[in-house]
């Protein structure tokens, strides 16, 4: 079997790639719907990729894998890698996740990062208010995750939050100390909200990046007695180009809070130091992004040799990116906590996506089933309506 083919369409925001093979038999893959700029950069590997056995997963991979970084140029190689194992599973009969090895669990837990609506503002009582909206969704989410601090809009809504420059652009990176009134600010937002969930459903927080090291633990400290599922990406994280382990060691150590981090990281290599010097609790590679499922895999038993556990990142990777997750996910090993639920970004993401259960039926009180996972590949397809929502200079991608 040869690839004759890579292609990439931007359908809704989504860059979604299809390969396809001498033999008929295509595999598809995607990025987060906040990159549909990237286009030309997954274009950028079809001429390396030409002509090789797609089933030979690794094999292709090493002829691209060493030109990506981190989040967000892995998205292309990982979307790739994920067509790939989708071509290998279509090509054998067999779901992805026996490719990975089979089974670890039936039944996959999922987290809430993600199914949102806007909220009234940055005080605790809306916090609170939030939470109660989300611990009633239809999923009956097991564990939900909040942003706080630097990690949406709490530093910028509330007056002298923190002392450091703010500018109004997309994506500043805000950072700096935060005043006292931030700290106490964030501590009762955090406590309204686990009011709340009390100890029924787990309460997850992403916090920036941007706390320096000083306040990451004293917030970390400080919420010990609310058994947090996790403290996320508080020093570097999201869209940080590197990882600074020794300063998440600084406060992991001191702190019985879980800390976690990981979703920009690219590669194995890029987590050694992280893990082995077990400077946080929980990573959470994304594998649109880390480089693909595989390599999540991998990145995911080498923390279980050292006492960390997984909570992968998926917040945008929208419903292709929710089969490969959950492929993934039923496969790693008793470190695995949950992943990051993605959902459509556009509701007719249904209409065009073929093999999966209703919106409705997709997660069952906070679980995925893996029965309904047993179809060849990904087990989903896109179907002719998607031609629809392909723009004019996309209308080839399905031919
Ligand atoms: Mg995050």
Redesign the pocket.
Known sequence: MKITDLKCAIIGNNPVVRITTDEGIDGIGCGEASKPYLKPHVLFYKDLILGADPRDVERVMRRIRRMGAFKPWGTAVSAIEVALWDIAGKASGQPIYRLLGGKVRDKVRVYNGNFRRKMGGPSPESHAENMKWMKELPQKFTIIKQGIAFHGGMASEVPNYYYGDYEDVDRFPKRGRMTEKGLKHTIACVEAMKEVLGDEVGLAL?VGPGVIPQDALKLAQSLEHLNLMWM??MIT??YTPHVTASLYRDVSINTSTPIHTG?QIYLRQNFMELIETRAVDVIGPDPLDVGGIAELKWIAEYADLHGIDMAP?GTLDGLIGLAALTHVSATLPQNYLAFELPNAQFPWWHDIVEGMPAPDDIVKDGFIDMADWERPGLGITLNDETRKYLKEEDADFLD
């Open positions: 992403d996320e990406d994280g999201d979703e990142h």
